[in-house]
């Protein structure tokens, strides 16, 4: 039996990527610089690999930016906007289409981006046109198995299959199908393919994650026919196919019947997996790679249970034909837990990143190959760490699963959002068009010093909050001077919009280098829910009502909304999510009755991860969607009908959840809207949404500044969908990761086209 990973994180255990991505962007490092970076990391990964055990060791799974605008490059699917020559792919146009620019006589912004099926990972959609040309545009692939045979590594090149890509790309072109597409597509991959083979590569990877989700039986024939077309030109190459994020179900047959030589499935997410290959047999020549240790949570694995399927899977498939593999990449996970030298010793022990998932991989093989007595301590060790977790008083709050058995009559507003709009109207006396921000501003480099000074002792407490105090102070008196009508304090207390919630709440716990990657060089820290979740106190009203005191304005109050908190966290393992999830939602309730004691007109409860945890198989969808709503509402329900409730979601697909959306019963929705083309409106066309909605008006994760005429342009087009009393005008996201130099101008141009519509009166309502 053989050991495998589908693919490793590639930030670097110290963020290394992230440094030397902005380090380029700010002109401080060269190309060279960052090409240097990037090999560090890709050798340091081949090396861990190897010394861990693992025989299928990924290349190409390594990106300066994702894997889908490696694979648009690769393939040449480079929008027209972006003045590519034709030549290969390089780094200004690869970064042009994730970042946009603004350069030089070009003002072009960047391709949308989206959530990585139902992870917090962002990936850039492909753009695809009828008559779209491909061609092989990157060296890529070729260039990175060459760097690990130097290193005497012989990896398994992973590719994103062609036809997910296709599925995953979008068309202006109404009615175009990008799948139309694949027959222009596949000679590219059989070139990619047929070079790897001759540079000597044994396997090769091709993801299509897309089976995992439903599919028509159009979609399927797609397959078959691709991999009846590439089978062709493989070589010497075996061809594994890889699913992962769950059950392939009825695409089942359809996998393992394909002309390659392996096929792999999660048997985590997917464990359903397992009945089918039990059912429905494997076949005789073929490799199945079994998914059996969890890349997306980071919790150690039972080994024992994970053998117990191995024993299952050896009735279908001989050991000599099993994979031992990771469900899915590893980049959802942080490094190494060893790294964690803060965190209570209690919780390390039951904890698995990346390096220790590699040595459950190899544990499992060896138990395998070698008998379970060869490695019976370490199992023995592995059995008691489960134990002690599943039986601490420090895991299990008395008390709290009692309070999280709440009825409906709590998760309930006492009025109609009709009623209340008025109420608020009155209340508020806010302008057609109300401007506003949707939370953070720059996090500075000042203001990442002054909190890592006070980890580190060298300052004190009251000397950090005079600076964020003063932070806040200026940051209001610029909204002001700017003429935005609700205000925010700018967030600069806060590391991260979890991260913040959770330190203040009992259940979690925070690394120092737990960091993943979301896109690009944006790292996040996932907190750890490990136990029973309670808020023992007030979280945010000391810096809402110090900015509220500044201005006669509203200040509103930012929160983080349960589900997203749930979804961007690591969730205990122990219990159903549903149930972790309200216990988020009375510590945050209690948050919201605290803010609304103390004054605060508008409350803010973000909820941008809702639709990343809508489960991909649609059957699914009506559970999910009615506990996250209800979590919502049992945070929100105790607000008074005066107090206006906000929240704000970005870069999903709302048109298939636009009732759950609705059932939020929030008074103003502020959304993402102009990455995606607009897009969004399409939705509202559709669907009688009554509550107050801000479309966001300008893409801030782009460094480009839009123009006054730009925003404008966004606004009228939503005056076309939405009536005038609905309309609010923000950005499409935080501010947190732009540069003053972006912020202000942006804004500005912002406020006035907001003023400008106001004047001329050209919003037409519905």
Sequence with gaps: ???????????????????????????????????????????ENWLTQRDAG????????????????????????????????????????????????????????????????????????????????????????????????ELDITTRPALLGPVSFLLLAKSRVEGFDPLDLLDALLPVYQEVISDLAAQGAGWIQLDEPCFVQDRTDAERGALEHAYSVLATRRGSANLLVQTYFGPVLESFRTLVDLPVQGIGLDLVRGAENLGTLATEGFPADKALAAGLIDGRNIWAADLDAALDVLGRLSDVVPSDRLIVSSSCSLLHVPYDARLEHDLDLRLVEWLAFAEQKLDEIALLTAAVNRGPDAVADDLAARRRALDRRRHSEWVHRPGVEERAAVGRQDAARQMPYEQRREIQRVRLDLPAFPTTTIGSFPQTAEVRRNRNRLQKGEITQTEHDAFIAEEIRRTIALQEEMGIDVLVHGEFERSDMVEYFGERMEGFAFTRHGW???????????????????????????WSTFAQSLTDKPVKGMLTGPVTILNWSFVRDDQPREDTCRQIALAIRDEVGDLQEAGIRIIQVDEPALREGLPLRRRHWPDYLEWSVFCFRLAT???????QIHTHMCYSEFDDIIEAIAALDADVLS?????????????????????????GVYDIHSPRVPSEEEMAHNLRAAGQVLSLDQLWVNPDCGLKTRRWAEVEPALRNMVEAARDLRAAAVVVSK
């Excluded at 990657?517 to 106190?537: A, E, H, L, N, T």
């Design 54 to 149: 693992i025989d299928f060791i990924p290349s190409n799974d390594f990106s300066l930016y994702d894997q889908v605008l490696d694979t648009i490059a690769l393939v040449g699917a480079v929008p027209d906007r972006f003045h590519w020559d034709g030549g290969t792919v390089d780094l200004d146009t690869y970064f042009a289409m994730a970042r946009g620019a603004q350069r030089e006589g070009l003002d072009v912004a960047a391709m949308e981006m989206t959530k990585w099926f139902d992870t917090n990972y962002h990936y850039l959609v492909p753009e695809l046109h009828p008559g779209q040309r491909f061609s092989l545009s990157s060296r890529k692939p070729f260039e990175e198995f060459a760097e690990a045979r």
């Design 516 to 542: 993943v990657q979301s896109y690009g060089s944006r790292c996040i820290r996932p907190p750890i829910i490990f136990g029973d979740v309670f808020r023992p106190g007030p979280m945010t009203v000391k």
């Design 637 to 643: 329900g105790v607000a008074n009908p005066e107090v």
């Design 1 to 43: 039996m053989k050991a495998s990973v589908i693919g490793y994180p590639r930030i670097g255990k110290h963020r290394e990527l992230k440094k030397a991505l902005e380090g380029y962007w700010s002109g401080r490092l060269s190309i060279d610089d960052l090409a240097s970076a990037g090999a560090a990391i890709r050798r």
């Design 671 to 695: 959304i993402e809207n102009s990455r995606s083309n607009l897009e969004l409106l399409d939705t509202f066309r559709r669907f009688d949404y009554r509550q107050g909605i801000g479309p």
